[in-house]
C-alpha cells in the first residue's frame, strides 16, 4: 500500500491510496493531476545520513565513517511532489542528492535493531539538496542544508513489505540519469540507523530519516526538473528555478 496525503479539488485535505487507477479516498478516485499532493509527512526534524554509501564517500574524497554521521534538517526545508523550490541566490553549486527516506509511526526512544519495524510507518523518497558553497565552509551544515525547500520529499509513504530490501534508487535531471544505486548498498542498515539515533533522541510520528545517497551528486540549474525513483515506493518529482 502506497499512502498519499493530498488537497482535493474542493480545497479538502485527504489522506488516499495511490493506485494504478488514481488516488482513492473517502470512496472516490481521484486523477493525481487534479489534486495537490502534499509532503507524505508532517516531520517535526528529519534526521539526515552523511556518507552511508562507500561510492559517495569516494566521490566527496571522506573516509568511510565507523558509525553513522547525523545532522538535522528542519521543517522548513520540506517541500511536496510536484512543488519547484527555490535555489540560495549567489551560489555556484547547489547539488541533488537523492536519499531513501524512512517515516516514523510512533513516538520511539532506545529502540533495539530488533524492534526498529515496530515504530516504522514506511518508506519515501527525498531530495537532500544541498548548497555546497557554504556547507564547505561551515560545521554544522545549517546554511548548506537546512534552507527553505532543502527537503523536497514524497509522492507517498509505502508499506515496508512492498518494498524491497535492494530496492533501485534512481535520479534523473531533465530526463538524464544522474544517480543509480539500490537501497543494498547501504553501509547502516535502516535498523542500525533507527537504534542508533533513538539512543540518542526521541523521533516523534511523522518524523524521517534521509538515509545518505549514492554516487553522481551534481548541481542543480535554473529550470530543471528532478525525478528521484525509488522501486516500490515510485517517483518524486519537483522543478527548481534560481534565486
Request: glycine share 8%.
Amino acid at each position: 500500500m502506497r499512502t498519499v496525503r493530498f488537497r482535493d479539488p474542493a480545497g479538502a485535505t485527504r489522506t488516499g491510496e495511490w493506485t494504478s487507477t488514481g488516488i482513492e479516498a473517502a470512496g472516490q478516485v481521484y486523477d493525481p493531476e487534479t489534486v495537490e499532493v502534499l509532503p507524505p509527512a508532517e516531520p517535526t526534524k528529519i534526521i539526515a545520513i552523511g556518507l552511508n554509501y562507500a561510492d559517495h564517500a569516494a566521490e566527496r574524497d571522506s573516509e568511510i565513517p565507523d558509525r553513522p554521521l547525523l545532522f538535522l534538517k528542519t521543517p522548513n526545508t520540506v517541500a511536496s511532489h510536484g512543488d519547484t523550490i527555490t535555489l540560495p541566490a549567489a551560489k555556484e553549486r547547489v547539488d541533488y542528492e537523492a536519499e531513501f527516506g524512512v517515516v516514523i509511526g510512533e513516538q520511539a526512544r532506545n529502540v533495539s535493531e530488533a524492534d526498529v519495524w515496530d515504530v516504522v510507518a514506511g518508506f519515501t523518497a527525498v531530495n537532500d539538496v544541498s548548497n555546497r558553497d557554504d556547507q564547505d565552509r561551515e560545521q554544522n551544515w545549517i546554511r548548506g542544508k537546512a534552507f527553505d525547500g532543502a527537503a523536497p520529499m514524497g509522492p507517498v509513504v509505502a508499506d515496508p513489505q512492498d518494498v524491497p530490501a535492494d530496492a533501485s534508487i534512481e535520479l534523473r535531471v531533465n530526463g538524464e540519469v544522474k544517480q543509480s544505486s539500490s537501497r543494498a548498498e547501504f553501509i547502516f542498515s535502516v535498523p542500525e540507523l533507527v537504534a542508533e539515533i533513538t539512543s540518542y533522541m526521541t523521533l516523534e510520528p511523522g518524523d524521517v530519516i534521509s538515509t545518505g545517497t549514492p554516487a553522481g551528486v551534481g548541481p542543480l540549474s535554473d529550470g530543471d526538473h528532478v525525478e528521484i525513483e525509488i522501486e516500490g515506493v515510485g517517483t518524486l518529482e519537483h522543478d527548481v528555478v534560481q534565486g
